[in-house]
């Protein structure tokens, strides 16, 4: 531990005494399991204004680590070297970063002389142990004369080498406002924002300055990667440091804290490393850093994942800041260092007051497991002290309460602790979540939750931290942590009730700190110790007493089997009642967790001595109840013979072991857990090496070592333009280097490392880069030791992969000289072109640049084609970095640079990772409540069917659709609503009327009084406008007529308020939406659907008592449109006898003599957005709505002949309204206007302007925007009737069709025969729940498609194609292409000489696979065969028949892959085994599985048109081969959600016999094989990456968990009385079809419905006809779904094509 070390008590008073207490001390970073520590994360308020400390908002977090001046003199003196009126302006950054001896002279330019001739170190060397930039020791003379002749001084050269590292770092006085400054700089993005700003101008083809250059050769363009080291731009790898700011006596760095190390990556979410591809880039990042910094003359000397950071897109950053050498782990190997004792652990600040609370602690600073287990097993160290190893190995920090370092409760502090006695004593074999919760809860839990655990993920909270900690933590933090509201009153008072409520575990200040007892709060009491002790400082002697006893040392292995052991994952966390809550996105980075130690049980300790003083009244001293210092550390564990490191570590560490099994269980677990003390530097002069041979190196020889660095000017930057950037991004992704190339570079003479800390840092690449792919450290201290000893390789070496496993020896080997330099492994062939491209790619977006600029420059640089250049996979690999650009809160600029980002990525990347990263991406943008131009910009339809070309309708529909419904309802933004309304009307006709009707009018009309705007009504009108008059007859009209019947029906039933209030939004959402529509029929159409035929229903519910006014207000507007629609006449023989009784009823009303009061519920909401006088007032201003109107419109003697009451009418509204009828002689039009002026009342909203829904809705508290749509400046509430009667429609009119000419979708029915009633309105949820798939099993539509049997059938996409497969003319196959708008077939494929039985439809080239026995792959356009492929046959008379004339036959003998076949069998003469049966298409890689008769596998690659490798395997039980029935394949999509798309990663094959085999789909290696059916396997589906859905002609449909290691069916379903022959999957419905009936299931397990055994069952139903209600006789062969549409298809053994509903 160094001098420069603090208690964190110390530490944070250190720095808010030298900034402020305004600056937010979050905890100290300790290098050690010590609490002691130089380096701090740290947090600013953001809001501006007040004195609190903490603020609302708060900053990112930051580290300020804390340096000493006698700790380091370089940094102190290149601080002081600032000009002073620099350190005054607080405005010393970038490339003023100079010493005052060079200002107007770039630091990194300055006397490149000096570091041409030296080496420097950031490590302390012995040398000189106050400098952190030191010259190597292998510096040789005739250098250091040469140095000596130069200007320049040593602290010169020291000076030089931080400003290159840390040139946007301001530097001078440190102060809060300094700090606040600098944070506010850093997240404004303007430190290195010129830098981005130039290279969008290079990129424009505009003229910039050398930064670009610069910063273009720090990331590889060719150009600068040979002597131009730049020093005065930031290498995007290495940590910036935002300021080095002096204090008295003190240098403090601040720079940000990202929030990931690779170290927390391997510990704790090791899959977040994706692929090998992921950890080639991270390598690749790292060794550019190296490079840069070993071209500056400087080393590392520390590299370990710990400084590695990366942050949240896991981009790395170097730290730097770290000098400190690890030595601790190589001084068990180190010969010459004697035995001592460990150094004492002290603050090194004065008069501290933690000194005794940490006097007694017998640990070194440095970590080293192998010795400290040792030592605790012998005895000599405390229990305490090993529980701080361990946590130091779990990555616990001190005083961070996310991850507290965690201790057991071993008293219950009911009694005092007794040896003697039982009573008090924590049960250690349990974890408190266990004792608390009880046994009878967590069985409970892990059996009824849908992943079975029983604990959470983490044993110690952070609740339950600053509850423990209350007393002492600002009140702030407890507001944020524990209650937004502070009630002290709410924390335990005292220990025993603070044990019983937790269900958490201890921390260790209970054990060592009686200052946790004191409050600091007034209102807060201070915690009560137990009554058995005295004083807080009696407790914690007894407490540690306690701890330390022999009762604790004999049970307290068993907590850390629990805690860090071997309980914590597999059947012994199961019996412990110990397991854990995965994590959600196990490839999400974390930077914490529980990371397990040890997979097998922890030895008991054995070196124990009694003790008897737990019952003393009076505590001894803490130092004298502790054990630990009976002995002194041997440091020197390893001895020179590796030939029996057991017996020698016996002979030394276990004599005194009187027990051999527990010595051998202790020297095996000693051995066993060596990886958790990992070596990663190699330094020789550890091991007494002599270097002589080293110094006599000649000049000559290491200037020809040295890194090349600029002498004089480097290349213009005029020298680059975008042609120039583009042609370096170039990669194939098709081409790539393989071993064989890489075993070249081996061998070629390259340059080695330029001195031995540089090769030292290479080693620790070495090492790192093997942990990435085992899991695990490379090294540890023995086998580092033989290494080092006797040359002898890890054997973990032999578990790498090929071409790490190479890159890995390089990198490690013992000569020094021999391993190759960080810009040779650079340029190895291990790096392929995809990583160099993007790497150059993504660099500039990791600058500290506004996230506009960076935006900006990824979309220029796209748009100019560099992901085009890339190559579709590199551009994969680069979205994840770009996505979060796009989906930042953007301005309107920004938004539409991510449109053309987005767009880029759409054309360049394949389908199935444009699903998988860019569609969720745009899912999140389109949920955003808040208003977004780029939301907006996403709902043009160009962009939309930009979407539809790459990824099709199906993806569209299921990812997209429903979140641009979602923007028409609950307040949507204007803007986005009219975008939205336009998309959808402008779509409609290319979905098709099914899709339109299930997956937009079905969806709008369910919003009804939820929200939905104006433009969502808009909408549906504009929609039935389009789409012609019989659309609006037949589906429209039923369903809005069915909607307000329901709403009625609900109105005149008691229900819930809410319920209530939704059903007269709806009502007179509905009356709105056919007033719209009624505005664009011809007025017979009008008058038959609406008025004529059936009973009025704007009339309906006129007459209703329980509508609330508005409602009734609505309708009589409506009404009133309609009837001006139709006309007088019209209006006078079909309304006005309606409304009879509606008149009556208002004439003889209570009312009409007081005309106050009204009847009907009023809607309790708001009308603050609308005048009062524009809404009724009661029921009787329906008189002056309607009679007035109805006197204008007919006249007023035929108003009074057709209404008894007038009399009573007219002197109601005389007497209340002074409304008189007076002849004028005037038109009708004209006694309107006279009428309406009369009316002041209701002037202010004349009929034509009227808009009902703005009325209600702003009435009752909705705010309702007026969006302009793109396609009309009014919404449809707001159509005028035109003057000429016989006016144009705005609807189709569908012509007279002549023979063999139908109306496109002539055969779909109105969903509102299915129609659910008032149910509809009862559902809240989203809009997914909310349209639930009825089916009715009625047949539609019917079509012969084969002259015999119907065999197979394929499903588009786009759900308006189908393809059909069977028997043709002459007992041929054929294949039918049937487009269902009109039913008809339009082509066809007529090569296959045998019967069709599948079909595959390759989406991404529009061809088709069809399988007859070989396999056929067309144009679906022109039906031409593209090639044909089968299998080399012995019969070959079938082959040559089977096969057309101009087929291009593939019958190679191809590479044959043998899988772990489990027997071999004898090919049945009953079916040739070359055949091919059935097929399976792999979209992500475009490849076709096809089984065999034989039971293989065959894979074929579409793409390039050949045959791949073979998968042989065959059944075990029998002697006949099974054939291949069904195959399907599941890949990691849905896992890999923030990652890359990768192919299928299990592939299921069904046998004809019953068995089913899983096969690896990478290695195809059987993973499991089990008897699934007892017969023959017709359908395999994957519904789910872990579940597959069988059916077989046994007559059952099975579902398997595939998570388990034997698959075991969690559901059976039965009931079908014949085998199943098909089935399809959508969801969680399952059709599945047998003989002439369908079965309709669900996976979605109801208690109810399964049965004890697992069983479902199912209730078979057969198809009628829905016409003539005749049932289908004929057997169903065949079934797939149109899941938009809501229909499903049947294919029949008599040839016909069925459509169900």
């Known amino acids: 531990m160094g001098e420069d070390q603090m208690c964190l008590e110390c530490l944070q008073q250190r720095i808010q005494t030298d900034f402020s207490d305004k600056l937010i001390f979050r905890y100290g970073i300790s290098d050690s399991a010590l609490p002691f520590a130089s380096r701090a994360v740290v947090q600013i308020g953001l809001s501006s204004g007040g004195d609190k400390v903490v603020c609302e908002e708060i900053s990112p977090q930051l580290v300020l680590a804390v340096v000493a001046n006698h700790e380091d003199e370089c940094q102190s003196e290149y601080v002081d070297g600032y000009p002073s009126e620099n350190v005054k302006d607080n405005n010393t950054y970038g490339k003023n970063n100079t010493p005052s001896s060079d200002i107007g002279q770039c630091p990194a330019e300055a006397s490149f002389g000096v570091l041409n001739d030296e080496i420097v170190s950031l490590a302390f060397t012995e040398d000189d142990p106050q400098c952190s930039v030191n010259f190597s020791s292998t510096t040789p003379a005739v250098v250091e004369s040469e140095i000596s002749s130069t200007s320049y001084s040593h602290i010169y050269s020291c000076s030089r080498a931080i400003a290159a590292l840390s040139p946007v770092a301001y530097v001078g006085i440190g102060s809060y406002s300094t700090i606040e400054d600098l944070v506010h700089k850093y997240l404004s993005g303007c430190l290195e924002d010129h830098i981005m700003s130039s290279l969008n101008l290079l990129i424009e083809g505009k003229q910039t300055d050398q930064d670009v250059a610069n910063f273009l050769g720090l990331v590889g363009l060719p150009s600068f990667t040979e002597g131009s080291i730049a020093g005065c731009v930031r290498h995007p790898n290495i940590a910036p440091v935002l300021g080095m700011l002096k204090v008295p006596g003190y240098i403090s760095l601040l720079y940000p804290k990202p929030p990931y190390t690779l170290e927390n990556i391997l510990h704790y979410s090791p899959k977040a490393l994706k692929s090998d591809w992921h950890i080639r880039f991270l390598i690749y990042q790292i060794l550019s850093a190296l490079a840069y910094i070993h071209g500056l003359g400087v080393t590392h000397g520390n590299l370990c994942p710990s400084n590695i950071m990366l942050t949240d897109s896991c981009w790395s950053w170097l730290s730097m800041s770290d000098k400190r050498r690890v030595k601790g782990n190589l001084r068990s190997m180190n010969k010459q260092v004697p035995s001592i004792s460990p150094p004492r652990v002290t603050c090194c600040m004065e008069n501290c007051p933690s000194q005794s609370l940490y006097a007694d602690l017998q640990l070194s600073p440095s970590t080293d497991w192998h010795c400290d287990f040792k030592r605790w097993w012998k005895g000599e160290l405390s229990n305490y002290d090993y529980l701080l190893v361990l946590n130091r190995l779990a990555g616990r920090r001190w005083g961070d309460h996310t991850f507290h370092i965690v201790m057991p409760w071993v008293i219950d502090f009911s009694v005092i602790p007794d040896e003697t006695s039982d009573a008090g004593w924590r049960d250690l074999r349990k974890s408190k979540w266990r004792l608390a919760k009880g046994d009878e809860q967590l069985d409970f839990t892990y059996s009824t939750s849908e992943i079975p655990h029983h604990v959470s993920d983490e044993c110690l909270s952070e609740l339950a931290v600053c509850s423990y900690k209350a007393r002492r933590l600002p009140l702030s933090v407890l507001r944020s942590a524990v209650r937004s509201v502070y009630e002290p009153n709410e924390y335990p008072a005292n220990m025993q009730r603070l044990y019983q409520w937790t269900p958490d575990e201890c921390i260790p200040e209970f054990y060592s700190d009686p200052r946790i007892f004191i409050s600091l709060h007034s209102g807060m009491s201070d915690l009560a110790v137990p009554a058995w002790a005295s004083s807080p400082e009696e407790f914690i002697s007894l407490h540690r007493a306690a701890l330390e006893s022999d009762r604790v040392s004999r049970q307290i292995h068993h907590w850390f089997d629990i805690t860090f052991g071997y309980k914590m994952s597999g059947e012994a966390a199961v019996i412990a009642k110990n397991v854990m809550l995965p994590t959600a996105v196990p490839m999400m980075p974390k930077s914490m967790g529980r990371r397990q130690l040890f997979t097998r049980p922890h030895p008991m300790r054995r070196g124990f001595e009694p003790n008897s003083n737990y019952i003393s009244t009076e505590p001894a001293p803490l130092s004298c109840q502790l054990q630990g210092n009976q002995s002194k550390i041997n440091s020197k564990l390893v001895s020179k013979d590796f030939s029996d490191p057991i017996q020698v570590a016996s002979e030394k560490f276990f004599t005194e072991a009187n027990d051999l099994g527990k010595l051998e269980e202790a020297i095996s677990f000693c051995e066993y857990g060596r990886n958790l003390s990992p070596c990663y530097t190699f330094h020789q002069d550890n091991f007494g090496e002599n270097t002589s041979r080293e110094k006599e190196l000649t000049n000559e020889h290491f200037k020809n070592k040295m890194p090349s660095v600029p002498r004089g000017d480097s290349l213009e930057v005029s020298d680059i333009d975008l042609s120039s950037l583009l042609e370096y991004l170039e990669a194939d992704d098709s081409v790539s ?57 890890p054997g973990l070496i032999e578990e790498l992969p090929p071409h790490a496993k190479l890159l890995v020896e390089v990198s490690i080997q013992r000569d020094w000289e021999r391993r190759p330099s960080a810009q040779c492994l650079l340029e190895s062939p291990y790096f392929p072109a995809t990583v160099r491209s993007a790497y150059f790619f993504l660099a500039p977006l990791h600058l500290l640049a506004r996230s506009g600029s960076r935006l900006q420059y990824a979309a220029k640089f796209a748009k100019g084609g560099a992901l085009k250049s890339m190559g579709a996979f590199a551009a994969e690999m680069c979205a994840p970095y770009c996505l979060p650009l796009i989906m930042a809160s953007l301005s309107d600029v920004e938004a539409e640079s991510a449109l053309y980002l987005l767009i880029e990525f759409l054309k360049c990347l394949k389908p199935q990772a444009i699903k998988t990263l860019i569609l969720p991406a745009m899912q999140k943008i389109l949920q955003a409540t808040d208003y977004s131009h780029l939301k907006v910009l996403l709902l043009q339809n160009s962009f939309v069917r930009e979407v539809w070309k790459q990824v099709g309708k199906h993806a569209y529909l299921e990812k997209m659709h429903p979140l641009v419904i979602s923007n028409l309802y609950v307040s949507p933004h204007k803007n986005s609503a009219s975008a939205a309304s336009v ?72 229900k819930p308020e809410p319920l209530q209030s939704w059903n007269s939004l709806a009502l007179i959402d509905s009356l709105v939406a056919l007033d719209g529509l009624a505005a664009v029929l011809p007025r017979e159409v009008v008058l038959k659907e609406l008025i004529q035929d059936q009973i009025c229903l704007h009339v309906k519910v006129l007459t209703q008592v329980h509508l609330e006014l508005p409602v009734l207000q609505v309708a009589a507007t409506t009404l009133i449109a309609v ?49 009062e006088e524009a809404l009724i007032g009661n029921r009787m201003d329906l008189v002056l709505l309607l009679y007035p109107f109805f006197a204008s419109l007919l006249g007023i003697e035929k108003l009074r002949q057709c209404c008894a009451t007038w009399l009573l009418l007219e002197q109601y509204l005389q007497r209340f309204h002074n409304w008189k009828w007076e002849y004028t002689g005037d038109t009708s039009k004209n006694a309107a206007e006279s009428i309406n002026a009369q009316r002041p009342i209701f002037s202010k909203i004349p009929t034509s302007e009227y808009n009902p829904a703005r009325l209600l809705l702003n009435g009752v508290g909705w705010s309702i925007p007026q969006s302009q749509g793109a396609r009309g400046g009014k919404s449809s509430m707001n159509y005028k009737p035109p003057d000429d009667p016989q006016r144009t429609p705005l609807i189709k009119h569908v012509a007279t069709l002549g023979p063999g000419k139908r109306e496109p979708w002539f055969w779909f029915p109105s969903p509102a025969a299915s129609w659910d009633g008032p149910d509809f309105l009862s559902r809240i949820g989203g809009l997914k729940d909310e349209l639930p798939w009825k089916i009715r099993s009625s047949i539609i539509c019917s079509v012969r498609a084969h002259p015999g049997a119907l065999r197979t059938l394929a499903v588009c996409h786009d759900e308006c194609t189908v393809f059909t497969g069977g028997v043709g003319p002459g007992f041929k196959g054929t294949v039918q292409k049937w487009e269902l708008p009109r039913m008809d077939c339009v082509s066809g494929y007529y090569g296959h000489e045998e019967v069709v039985n599948d079909i595959c439809v390759l989406s991404s080239s529009g061809r088709v696979a069809s399988c007859d026995g070989t396999i056929h792959v067309w144009n679906s356009q022109t039906g031409k065969l593209i090639s044909v492929y089968a299998e080399p046959s012995t019969n070959s008379s079938y082959l040559a028949s089977s096969l057309p004339m101009a087929a291009k036959v593939i019958s190679d003998q191809s590479n044959m892959l043998n899988s772990n076949t489990l027997s071999s069998g004898i090919l049945s003469s009953a079916f040739n085994g070359s055949l091919y049966t059935c097929m399976r298409h792999i979209e992500s890689d475009d490849k076709l599985v096809v089984g065999m008769g034989n039971g293989s596998l065959r894979f074929i690659d579409i793409v390039q048109d050949q045959k791949l490798h073979l998968w042989k395997s065959d059944t075990v039980e029998y002697s006949l081969s099974s054939l291949v029935s069904a195959i399907c394949s599941c890949g990691s999509e849905k896992l890999l959600m923030e990652g890359v798309a990768s192919s299928s990663s299990w592939i299921a094959a069904g046998l004809s016999s019953g068995h089913c085999r899983l096969l690896d789909a990478r290695s195809g290696n059987v993973i499991t094989f089990w008897r699934a059916h007892d017969g023959y396997i017709t359908k395999l589906a994957a519904p789910e990456d872990h579940l597959l859905v069988s059916s077989s002609l046994d007559k059952t449909l099975r579902v398997w968990d595939l998570r388990r290691n034997c698959p075991s069916p969690s559901t059976v379903f039965r009931g079908h009385s014949d085998g ?82």
């Open 737 to 793: 280097m393989g071993f064989q190339e890489l075993l070249l570079w081996r061998q070629k003479p390259s340059l080695g490392s330029c001195s031995q800390d540089a090769a030292g840092d290479i080693f620790s690449v070495g090492c790192m880069l093997a942990e990435m792919y085992l899991n695990r450290p490379l090294y540890n201290p023995v086998s580092f030791a033989a290494y080092w000893e006797n040359s002898i390789l």
């Open 1123 to 1171: 009837c001006q629609r139709i006309g007088p006449d019209f209006s006078a023989l079909h309304v006005l006898p309606q409304l009879k009784e509606l008149f009556g009823e208002l004439a003889f009303s209570q009312e009409i003599t007081t005309g106050a009061g009204s009847s009907g519920r009023s809607l309790k909401f708001s009308r603050s957005k609308i005048d």
């Open 983 to 1054: 998309l959808l009307i402008g779509s409609c006709e290319e979905l098709g009327i099914p899709v339109t009707v299930n997956q937009t009018i079905l969806p709008l009309i369910h919003c009804f009084g939820k929200g939905i705007c104006t433009d969502g009504i808009d909408a549906l009108v504009r929609i039935g406008g389009l789409l012609g008059e019989n659309f609006v007859v037949r589906q429209l009209l039923p369903l809005l007529r069915n909607v307000i019947v329901s709403c009625i029906d609900v109105s005149c039933i008691d």
């Open 1620 to 1701: 199943i022959s098909s089935f399809s999957v959508w969801g969680q419905d399952v059709i599945s079809v047998s003989k002439n009936k369908i079965g309709l299931s669900s996976l979605s397990r109801c208690a109810d419905e399964v049965r004890n055994d697992g069983e479902q069952r199912i209730l078979p139903q057969k198809l009628y006809m829905s016409d003539r209600g005749m049932r289908n006789l004929s057997v169903l062969s065949s079934i797939g779904i149109l899941p938009f549409s809501r229909l499903f298809l049947v294919g029949t053994e008599d040839g016909y094509l069925k459509i169900c509903c």
